[in-house]
């Protein structure tokens, strides 16, 4: 069984995962886009979100304030894997159904909310470390979808900073960066 965010997660966690692949321990101590935070933190942040999001598709309770190290021997292999776990976790059709007890928002935000992060990160990875991440336009057009729903709040919650202006068409993955908080111009 499929469902639409574990469709969009087949397409969108192993670019991110290869950009994951891509990053070589001498650039773990660069800046990202991702204001505070090296690359390092930011793969620490990615790793929690690809199993923190596997619990909540299980309607589990997650703790964010850990701070495992995820970056011990095989790790980039090992995110892969937590990656594809994570599109299998949202593939049952009850994972969209009802209010996660974790987050207090329907289960198919919370999916999209995997999505959004693995994408939105896996940019902010590949530009700080001078790879390229390709988004599906499936992708970005649900990435706006949730932007539209949810931005606002996410702001609110300092999920999201504030909104970038970018000239770019209004459906491109610039300017859901944009409306994420990030320069797509950024460079180190």
Known sequence: MTTRTSELLAVAAPRTAVVVRGISD?????????????????????????????ALARREEVDWSGKTDHLTDGWRDRFATEAARLTEAWSDPSTQEGVSPGMGLPQETVGMMALI????HGW?????????LTVDPAVVAAGHEFMDRMGDTGQKMGAFGPPVPTDAAPDSMDALLGRAGRDPAWTR
């Not at 505070?36 to 942040?45: E, S």
């Not at 992060?117 to 939105?120: F, G, I, K, P, Y």
């Open 26 to 54: 001498d650039q773990l101590v660069l800046p990202t886009p991702c204001p505070d935070y090296t690359v390092r933190d930011l793969l620490g942040h990615v790793f929690d979100v690809v199993v923190n999001f596997q």
């Open 124 to 132: 902010d990875l590949a530009r700080a470390t001078g790879q390229e």
């Open 117 to 120: 992060d693995l994408t939105v």
